[in-house]
């Protein structure tokens, strides 16, 4: 077990940092509070605290823990600039944007807008769980009287947009058919290898990025960036049933004349952006928001493209600039006024575009990834533009994503080929530097001296050599957390104060994962599903074993071989082996059933709802070689256990 220190607790901002702090308020324009009024325009009314529960009573969603964000004034462990972010994000409830349209905005990291039409509403994004998006719903009817649900609008892949869609529509509207359910193209395709083939890993980085396991305050965790922080509830995805093929795609819904722009590989694989004539209004879904966006994310994604993301802008200012009276996006506030919004349109374009080009100008001067976040500096004409601040991405790694795109993780020199891992040059550094006492002492030092960086890299070494060893953790953690107070980006505040709290107090218990839900595991196609086993097999368990089974699906009318060879997991469509092992015809839900553990294998077998030809064992043999993900692992010290 990790030997946790007893008695640390968080410690006060050093003078350093309030020194820090003190240059931030002096740089940055806090006489502008326009942010302010808009983010307060067109409040209609909103739940107590924003506190959503499930059924059962568990919170999923409240803002009740935020509420020493009143305080106008940063204290020092906070960076000014992002306690202004932090006090903006605290405006919740329902909102007009304009007469038509309105937004849910609060309730969740993401906003939910719903538009008017001529005899229901449109929703656009879901939020990310279904309570959310049923409370969302019930407090628009409750200012805008109930109306039927016409269409729902996916604007891009990330669950905090579409996981609540069951929270909009019910069982008796999914039946019917009748309500569209519209994405961009190639949205399922997306939606699961980002969301769920990488899941596992993902959602413990999440931890990091969004620090849910940090207590709540001005030592803690204050916000995300985007907003306060990811919903807790249920969530399902439902596969849609339009999809917007290309820009210039319009669909006429409910009377309202949607105009499409198409934006993949911006913030989202597979995202896009609508203008409304008849309500003058824009939205630019997440590629225009109120900061810097990330360009790689902390939990991890694919990198994004920050030149094709320039262009997009640079495209919808030419299709629709002079045109919006009001701008909403599917995070933060929206802004209103013609002038006001091609410039910050212009500004997010020109932020993207000088990142994009700066990086690739010093990386073609043979910079590596870590020497550009040192050289590069935002431009003085977007450094007071407050949507221009690092509060999610952040300049300094934003650069390095755009290094990564081009050149990968490699930056050529022979000496970071193929180090050694995090352990074992742990405790050669260690042993270099004369052990742990000698690194101790000069640490401390340099860490009087505010030399955070550089204490972190060095006391990082030893903890790996000695995950014991209870003053190294103790001075990395305090390292951390230094750096966490000066961070002016909500995610690195995060990932250092909860990388603290773990070197002082351990991982925190989390229970077991849940089982996919039976909606999700539904909209994936049948080929995802066998993607979603195959990275589960462990490869040295399968060590000369063949296996070969044969699949027919009643309901879905399809037909696949699972071929195990080579410690590969492979399927292939529309086909049946001749010298299969065994065979298996049931219906396609009959096997989300049992993934989502509503049933098991056996039990449908023995209700007659799987057919089994040939030796049924071999299944159970495959199973047995599959691997199950653990909640949570180690980052900031070694693994505790082996994995082969």
């Known amino acids: 077990m990790t030997e946790t220190i007893a008695g640390e607790a968080s410690k006060d901002a050093s003078p350093s940092v ?78 007009e944007v304009v007469p038509g349209v309105y937004q849910v905005r609060g309730l969740d990291i993401a906003n939910m807008t719903l538009i008017e ?8 994004d879901t939020l990310t769980s279904i309570e959310g998006a049923s409370a969302a719903m019930e407090l628009y009817f409750r200012h805008r009287g109930r109306r039927p649900v016409v269409a729902v609008i996916f604007t891009h892949t990330h669950t905090d947009h579409w996981g609540g869609v069951r929270g909009v529509l019910d069982d008796e509207t999914l039946a019917s058919r009748e309500v569209p359910i519209i994405a961009p193209d190639l949205f399922m395709e997306h939606a699961v290898s980002e969301n769920i083939i990488a899941g596992p890993a993902m959602l413990r980085r ?26 807790a509830g249920s969530v399902a995805l439902l596969r849609p049933t339009d999809l917007i093929l290309a820009t210039g795609d319009t669909r006429t819904i409910d009377g309202v004349e949607f105009e499409f722009q198409m934006a993949p590989n911006s913030e989202a694989p597979a995202e896009m952006h609508f203008y409304l004539p008849r309500y003058k209004l824009l939205n630019l879904a997440e590629n225009c928001t109120h900061n810097f966006h990330n360009l790689l994310p902390f939990r991890g994604a694919d990198v994004r493209d920050a030149l094709a993301w320039s262009k997009y802008l640079g495209e919808a200012l030419r299709m629709w600039g002079g045109k919006a009276e009001a701008m909403c996006g599917q995070h933060h506030w929206p802004v209103w006024g013609r002038e006001r919004i ?18 690739v100008r010093l990386m073609n001067h043979g910079l590596t990834a870590s020497e550009i976040a040192e050289t590069i500096r935002l431009p003085k004409s977007l450094e007071g533009a407050w949507h221009g601040r690092g509060y999610y991405g952040h300049i300094r790694h934003n650069v390095k994503a755009i290094y990564q795109k081009y050149l990968g993780w490699y930056d050529a020199n022979p000496v970071n080929l193929d180090p050694l891992p995090p352990t074992e040059s742990g405790r050669k550094y260690v042993e270099y530097m004369g052990g742990a006492d000698a690194i101790l002492e000069r640490a401390r030092k340099d860490f009087a001296n505010g030399e955070f960086r550089f204490v972190a890299q060095v006391v990082s070494h030893l903890v790996f050599a000695e995950p014991d060893n209870a003053a190294a953790r103790a ?23 909860f990388g603290a709290q773990e070197l002082r107090q351990g991982m925190p218990k989390a229970p077991a994962r849940p089982a996919m839900p039976r909606e999700t595991l539904a909209a994936l196609r049948t080929e995802q599903l066998w993607d979603v086993l195959g ?47 065994a065979a298996f015809t049931l219906p396609r839900s009959t096997l989300d059933e049992v993934i989502a553990k509503l049933t098991t294998f056996p039990e449908a077998v023995a209700g007659g709802r799987i057919s089994v030809s040939g030796n049924a064992m071999r299944l159970a043999e495959l199973m047995m070689l599959m691997d199950e993900f653990p909640r949570m692992f180690e980052i900031v010290e070694p693994k505790r256990t082996t994995v082969s």
């Open 18 to 95: 309030v020194a820090q702090q003190a240059a931030m308020l002096d740089a940055l324009p806090f006489y502008d509070t326009a942010d302010f009024d808009d983010a307060a325009r067109g409040f209609l009314g909103t739940i107590d605290n924003a506190q959503i529960t499930t059924a059962q009573g568990r919170v999923v969603w409240s803002l009740e823990p935020y509420q020493f964000l009143a305080a106008e004034d940063a204290p020092p462990t906070v960076n000014p600039s992002l306690w202004r972010q932090s006090r903006l994000n605290m405006h919740h409830g329902l909102f």
């Open 117 to 124: 039409g001529d005899s229901g509403v449109i929703v656009v």
């Open 206 to 231: 999440a931890q990091y990025q969004f620090g849910p396991f940090l207590a709540k305050g001005p030592r803690g965790q204050v916000d995300c960036g985007l907003g306060k922080s990811m919903a």
């Open 342 to 359: 091609d410039t910050m349109i212009r500004q997010q374009r020109d932020l993207y575009k000088f990142a994009h080009d700066q990086t």
């Open 475 to 497: 001075l990395l953690a305090d390292t951390f957390e230094q750096l966490g107070y000066a961070a002016e980006s909500a995610t690195w505040r995060n990932s250092y104060l």
């Open 535 to 581: 990275i589960r097999l462990n490869g040295p368990k399968a060590e000369g074993k063949r296996i070969v089974l044969n699949w027919t699906f009643t309901d879905t009318n399809e037909t696949f071989i699972l071929n195990l060879e080579n410690w590969a997991l492979t399927c292939a469509a529309d086909a049946q082996a001749d010298d299969a092992d």
